[in-house]
């Protein structure tokens, strides 16, 4: 019955973006990772300091967990993001205004390093509509994986955004 609803309020040119990849690279810098610790609070050397890191076995500064959040979405110009000003990854044809996060899962296999070339490829896995309280709220999924130059995985998210009229 969940399909049926689905199939009623989710606009069928936003049902077909179901599948649509995104691709990009990011280069992780010891800056960028020095200023996401710092913005983060995170004193753990391994991130400031190279020969901590090196001392606790990595090859160079590595970053926090949760500097994979910050590759997730690709930089543009803000005139380029949708009127809701939410991630082009979230750009999906349906009638709503306002976005927010609903859930984010992570599994980190390792740090990314200072000095590599990261992978990011996103999938928009589903758009579901249900009917609340206050009105309908749309929940777009996206399956984000992070790889190295070698094409071994790094990280991996889903993360599921809410979008209201």
Known sequence: MAD????????PEAQA???????????VTALD?????????DENPIHCDADAARAAGHPDLVAPQLFFQAMTFD????????A????????????????????SEYTVHRLARAGE???VRSVLKDV????????????????TDFSDADGNPV??????????P
Do not use: C
Request: aromatic residues 4%; hydrophobic residues 40%; proline residues 8%.
């Open 4 to 11: 049926e609803v689905n199939d009623a309020v989710v606009p």
């Open 17 to 27: 973006l179901v599948g649509t990849v995104r691709e990009r690279r990011h280069l």
């Open 33 to 41: 990772i020095r200023k996401f610790a710092q913005a983060i609070g």
């Open 155 to 164: 990280a991996s998210e889903t993360a599921t955004y809410l979008k209201r």
């Open 84 to 103: 809701d000003g939410s991630p082009i990854e979230l750009d999906v044809p349906i009638p709503a205004t306002r976005a927010m996060g609903g859930s």
């Open 117 to 119: 070339w990261i992978h």
């Open 128 to 143: 579901q509509a249900k009917q609340g309280r206050s009105g309908v709220l749309y929940a777009i999924t996206v399956q």
């Open 75 to 82: 930089a543009i110009p803000p005139q380029q993001l949708p």
